[in-house]
């Protein structure tokens, strides 16, 4: 069994005083102090970036790592787009299946506000077809017309979507290391400006520097000595065509759908077992689309279900989604992103998220996508 | 155990009239046809490629393969410079050894010479320090500064590096999928253009576009239905620091001799067990340091020894290097490189490697190295 023994995070924002190489050293240096653990003890690293490449002519990072930290062992960088940090996860696992008594960190980072937004949104565009990126479509444009197809379809509409971004900003509020602390209203999501309709900025995930980690291992005399841990039950990654225009339905991101059945099948749980979960709200019908696709909410309900705020932290139910603020508030450095989803879930199993922690929490999710679907990483956790 | 069963390549070369999807689909195809398998008999990719995001704004092309291949499974892009294609391996062989019954294709696919020669070769500094960067490095540069170290150090020339690329163009010769099919001579090299002293035109490997895919598979049936196999005794990885100033000894590769020794352990041979080997000959000096880093000649030895030509088709030597014509003669489109030289083993270990066959081959090694040193694999196969 693996088990989980630490997360750090960097605080998630415009970071401008601080480097690509700072933010890792950060959160490396975090993640190893805070389980007292000796550098030494640490048999691989998994690093998860996209845009260093394309945004500051920044590769084998892997190697710039092993000199930071100053080791020679096995460092494998990762690239899924917005999904890279939930890839690295999912391969530190296979590595840890593969060998036995081994202790390895996860990390992704990513720094992104040293550039225009134009810049930024451009480079980000290269995980779309060729074709998309032709045509001059964003990722904003894409989600913009995934939005469209389920409104007309199912008749949600700007306002139900505007309650995911609320109830994100109020989790947020509750976390210290978000990029936005501050709670909004429906009334401000409505009245922000267009991005790409329906999505407006409200909707939309910011751009964001930070870089989290996590500690994985399956020695058990590491595993003995933590002052906590918990279970990594599945990790499953499935890819899906790239572009809109192949999918059969605009409406769903099949490859979540497939990674969502795969991880539950390998960990024997039901949808209902599920108490918390991080999903990709990069925009906020993505949120909508994550919960039916993972099995949560049928498909057509999302955008009647999120106006119940029965996600929301302080409700009643049985699931609460995205405590850590989720990408719209919280900030998403895309390559940190999917180890920030599973280090919340982290804190959420062991009790440690102070004035956000959710009440008799067993098992937790994390739901990582890449582009516009292309990648899906589905993890479940047990404390 | 992982057996190898199928192996296939692009030419390498300027290949302007192919995309880099073309080229991938070339590979993938190519290798499934050659093997009789159908395309949903595959578990899971792993593709190695350094730099279509910097060149032509490319990312998460694992999404675009998804859609190439029409399938819905794991695709994990890598990344490690030109190990990318060693990377990429090393992990498929721990997705094997993680789960049971599974096939895999490994890729390796770059295409560069759809850009000046001064993008490609800052694109490519991409994978030094920044400071290296900032001084104006690029490998060539990093490569003269080591070759000219080891010539003060060991007392070799210019001449005895020569031996290096005249065997290599000769084995070049033999292989109709290399770049390159003319035979050279000293006088060649020797009077070839300086590119940073000591090292000229003719001790460095070009720039070329080509992909190369291998399957691996632990599924029983599969390997038994599969007309030849070689078996994966062992893949290691190994990173060290990135610039050459961190380095105790810049007249060796530290990651190289320490993923030797965990290979060689891991498949219990000796160095004298190894037939035939592809080494990582960036440039000329690269490869008298490979053969002393992974033990096959004494630290120093490297320049006198490479004029004895045992190490060229043909000799009575045990041991005879680079039969696909290296990385000089055959090509170097870094993300295959890594896949390339294990598919020449495969052909070696498999008796199809036709006129350049060696004789009574049984075991094999491939060592790919990424930026100066920074990363090494070192992977050892058997009949």
Same mark, same amino acid.
């Given at each position: 069994?693996?088990?989980?023994? +630490?997360?750090?995070?960097?605080?998630f =924002?415009?970071?401008?005083?601080?480097?690509?190489?700072?933010?890792?050293?950060?959160?490396?240096?975090?993640?190893?102090?805070?389980?007292?653990?000796?550098?030494?003890?640490? +048999?691989?690293?998994?690093?998860?970036?996209?845009?260093?490449?394309?945004?500051?002519?920044? @590769?084998?990072?892997?190697?710039?790592?092993?000199?930071?930290?100053?080791?020679?062992?096995?460092?494998?960088?990762?690239?899924?787009?917005?999904?890279?940090?939930?890839?690295?996860?999912?391969?530190? *696992?296979?590595? @840890? *299946?593969?060998?036995?008594?081994?202790?390895?960190?996860?990390?992704?980072?990513?720094?992104?506000? +040293?550039?225009?937004?134009?810049?930024?949104?451009?480079?980000?565009?290269?995980?779309?077809?060729?074709?998309?990126?032709?045509?001059?479509?964003?990722?904003?444009?894409?989600?913009?017309?995934?939005?469209?197809?389920?409104?007309?379809?199912?008749?949600?509409?700007?306002?139900?979507?505007?309650?995911?971004?609320?109830?994100?900003?109020?989790?947020?509020?509750?976390?210290?290391?978000?990029q936005?602390?501050?709670?909004?209203?429906?009334? +401000?999501?409505?009245?922000?400006?267009?991005?790409?309709?329906?999505?407006?900025?409200?909707?939309?995930?910011p751009i964001s520097d930070g870089?989290?980690?996590?500690?994985?291992?399956?020695?058990?005399?590491?595993?003995?000595?933590?002052?906590?841990?918990?279970?990594?039950?599945?990790?499953?990654?499935?890819?899906?065509?790239?572009?809109?225009?192949?999918?059969?339905?605009?409406?769903?991101?099949?490859?979540?759908?497939?990674?969502?059945?795969?991880?539950?099948?390998?960990?024997?749980?039901?949808?209902?077992?599920?108490?918390?979960?991080?999903?990709?709200?990069?925009?906020?019908?993505?949120?909508?689309?994550?919960?039916?696709?993972?099995?949560?909410?049928?498909?057509?309900?999302?955008?009647?279900?999120?106006?119940? *705020?029965?996600?929301?932290?302080?409700?009643?139910?049985? @699931?609460?989604?995205?405590?850590?603020?989720?990408?719209?508030?919280?900030g998403h450095p895309?390559?940190?992103?999917?180890?920030?989803?599973? =280090?919340?879930?982290?804190?959420?199993?062991? =009790?440690?998220?102070?004035?956000?922690?959710?009440?008799?929490?067993?098992?937790?999710?994390?739901?990582?996508?890449? =582009?516009?679907?292309?990648?899906?990483?589905?993890?479940?956790?047990?404390?």
């Open positions: 069994m693996i088990s989980l023994l +630490d997360y750090y995070t960097t605080k =924002g415009e970071l401008w005083e601080k480097s690509l190489s700072d933010l890792i050293q950060e959160a490396v240096n975090g993640v190893l102090k805070s389980n007292k653990l000796n550098k030494k003890q640490i +048999d691989a690293i998994f690093f998860a970036n996209m845009l260093a490449g394309v945004l500051e002519n920044n @590769l084998h990072i892997s190697a710039k790592l092993a000199e930071l930290i100053g080791l020679n062992i096995p460092i494998y960088r990762v690239e899924a787009a917005c999904a890279s940090g939930g890839a690295a996860f999912s391969l530190a *696992n296979n590595y @840890l *299946n593969a060998n036995s008594n081994k202790t390895v960190i996860v990390i992704g980072a990513e720094k992104m506000t +040293d550039y225009s937004p134009e810049e930024t949104t451009q480079a980000l565009a290269g995980a779309a077809s060729g074709e998309e990126q032709e045509a001059g479509l964003t990722f904003s444009g894409l989600y913009g017309m995934m939005a469209n197809f389920y409104f007309e379809k199912y008749g949600c509409s700007e306002e139900n979507l505007a309650y995911v971004s609320v109830k994100n900003h109020f989790h947020g509020s509750l976390n210290e290391k978000a936005f602390r501050n709670k909004i209203t429906i009334d +401000d999501v409505l009245q922000s400006p267009y991005v790409a309709h329906p999505l407006k900025v409200m909707d939309s995930a870089a989290s980690a996590v500690i994985l291992s399956n020695n058990q005399s590491i595993i003995k000595k933590s002052k906590c841990s918990i279970k990594v039950l599945s990790s499953q990654m499935i890819n899906d065509t790239i572009s809109l225009k192949s999918r059969k339905r605009p409406d769903e991101i099949l490859a979540t759908k497939i990674a969502a059945d795969k991880a539950f099948q390998e960990s024997k749980l039901e949808r209902i077992d599920i108490n918390v979960a991080e999903v990709h709200d990069c925009f906020s019908i993505a949120e909508i689309l994550a919960l039916e696709d993972l099995g949560f909410w049928e498909k057509g309900q999302g955008g009647k279900k999120i106006t119940e *705020n029965s996600t929301r932290w302080g409700s009643n139910s049985r @699931l609460i989604i995205n405590t850590s603020g989720g990408l719209k508030a919280a895309v390559g940190a992103t999917g180890i920030k989803q599973i =280090g919340e879930i982290f804190l959420q199993l062991t =009790g440690h998220a102070t004035n956000r922690q959710v009440k008799k929490v067993r098992y937790g999710l994390a739901h990582n996508v890449g =582009g516009s679907g292309g990648t899906a990483v589905v993890t479940i956790l047990a404390s």
